[in-house]
């Protein structure tokens, strides 16, 4: 009887322990993950130590892991898909700019206060539980529009080189930079009077705007 018992706490344990484990739709992500460690900057802790993820060394993440990660970089890393980003409910930073990306979904991350997404073939960007977010970085993307009207606290904004035709920036009253440069198809910017404006345009490329709260 005592070692039935047994038994059945031991396959208790393991259902456990195999519920909590993140299974990952991209072995690039879940690679760069297991990467981190102390002597590099992948990730950090929630006291803003850089830190192993895979803290049990069990090859895998855990929910309760990822938990306590508040940075992460997995820039240029051949990344096509980031979905379990979502068990990264504690994260504040992002750095994924650089990868394979097309679509991505920030709504379970709402502690988001810096997000960098450049140089990623994004034609989907869900920013809209994103009310902590101060820094946007979305240079060099294949999107053709950006909902920013969520983003109240939003400072900084780089989304040059992108393929929307308007900008509406009327929510976004704590902007001190923006910069849409190379936006060739950009053909109105709301700024947050309302007003419509023309962006300058010089030697075929949309300068540098500054919007000064």
Do not use: W
Not at 52 to 76: F, P
């Amino acid at each position: 009887m005592k070692n039935k018992l047994l038994f059945l706490v031991c396959l208790l344990t393991i259902a456990l322990s195999q519920a909590q484990t993140i299974t990952f739709t991209d072995a690039n992500f879940k690679s760069k993950l297991l990467e981190a460690n102390t002597d590099n900057e992948i990730a950090q802790d929630l006291d803003n130590n850089f830190v192993k993820i895979d803290t049990n060394d069990d090859g895998e993440i855990q929910e309760s892991e990822a938990l306590e990660i508040s940075y992460l970089d997995v820039a240029n890393a051949n990344i096509s898909s980031l979905d379990e980003l979502s068990f990264f409910t504690n994260l504040g930073t992002i750095h994924c700019g650089s990868n394979n990306i097309e679509e991505l979904n920030f709504e379970a991350n709402t502690q988001l206060s810096f997000i960098s997404v450049s140089y990623n073939p994004l034609n989907q960007l869900n920013i809209s539980n994103n009310e902590d977010l101060e820094i946007l970085l979305c240079e060099g993307t294949m999107l053709t529009e950006i909902d920013l009207s969520s983003n109240i606290n939003l400072g900084l904004l780089d989304c040059g080189g992108n393929l929307f035709t308007t900008l509406d920036l009327s929510n976004n009253s704590k902007l001190t930079s923006v910069d849409y440069s190379h936006s060739s198809l950009l053909q109105a910017v709301y700024h947050k009077n309302g007003d419509d404006t023309n962006p300058s345009f010089l030697g075929g490329v949309y300068s540098l705007c500054r919007i000064l709260s």
